[in-house]
């Protein structure tokens, strides 16, 4: 992080320092209606979500060969289920799950 | 200064951005038809221009002339409106709020579901569920009346009606009938205003 003083601080889209990994100034999860849900026993991981995500919230956990989701920053776009080759993939209102709650303490 | 009523009502950029500012702009003003002092203004700092991404908009009503200067957020909400369910997942929409405030949820489920989601829920006097979807269908994406241009559909044309209903029926702030003269689905705002579940807390 940036050692700004408090007084010349700079709301986002201003600045922020790039990212390693993970960009915790712009935590995007709390955009989301849906979400995605898997069934990993109709998955046959042809990648296609990992590959269209437009933010990379599905990356290959190889260990457990299966595919793993980031609450933390799915926006709930949905692109995923469209490109699903195998209807593994469906969507889920949020309300219906009590995990993925994802709050910014200062709101942008 | 008298007492500044402050209603801060979340929603999500572009897809509910116009249904958000309608109810703010139509408590405003259907309280300067009861002769009262208000201010409705958007938040710029929100970035609203984004799909999905949670804004808020402001409204404040006061029997006295409000002198707040360069205030551009309302820093102890009073009333709470939320368009969006889903986003008391997603922001501690309470922030800031003093005892004994007002939640109003635009949703078909229960006052359990949506309380079990907020962390300061002992804030609250009272919760109010309106199924605003089910009553005015789904919201106009319009984005006539963003900043400053001409709104050409009207006030309160989609859910804003029946949400604006539920306020005026949880906390009294604003009468049905002035809110009719403003609102252009008068008929969803009274459905909205007698299908409105209340729930006093403590």
Known sequence: MFNIPKEREVPFAGVTPAPVGEQPMMITGNWRTFRPVIDHELCN?????????????WRLDEAEEQVVWNAKYCKGCLVCVNECTTEALNKAHELDFEDGVVRLEKLF | MAHV?????????????????????????????????????????????????????????SDQEIEMRYDYENERPEVVVVVDATMVKGVNVLRG????????????RKPEDI??????????????????????????????????GVDAVGLGAGIAAPLLGAVARATGLVTLDSLAEVVKNAPALRRGYDEVMVHSLN
């Not at chain 1, 990648?47 to 919230?57: A, E, K, L, S």
């Not at chain 2, 405003?28 to 700092?45: I, L, M, R, S, T």
């Not at chain 2, 405030?101 to 078909?108: H, S």
Request: proline residues 3%; aromatic residues 6%.
């Open chain 2, 97 to 108: 709020m003093a005892q004994g405030g007002v939640l109003v949820v635009n949703t078909d």
């Open chain 1, 45 to 57: 991981l042809c990648m296609n979500c990992v590959v269209y995500c437009p933010d990379g919230c």
């Open chain 2, 115 to 148: 309380l079990k989601f907020v962390p300061n829920k002992e804030l609250l006097k009272a919760v109010a569920c309106v199924d605003a979807d089910g009553i005015a269908g789904t919201a106009t994406v319009d984005f006539s009346g963003t900043e400053g």
């Open chain 2, 5 to 61: 009523h402050e209603i801060t009502v979340w929603t999500r950029g572009v897809v509910k951005d116009k249904e958000g500012r309608d109810v703010a702009q139509a408590l405003a003003q259907a309280a300067d038809k009861e002769g009262k002092y208000v201010q409705a203004f958007d938040n710029y700092v929100d970035l609203p221009d984004r799909v999905n991404v949670p804004v808020r908009k402001y409204a404040r009503i």
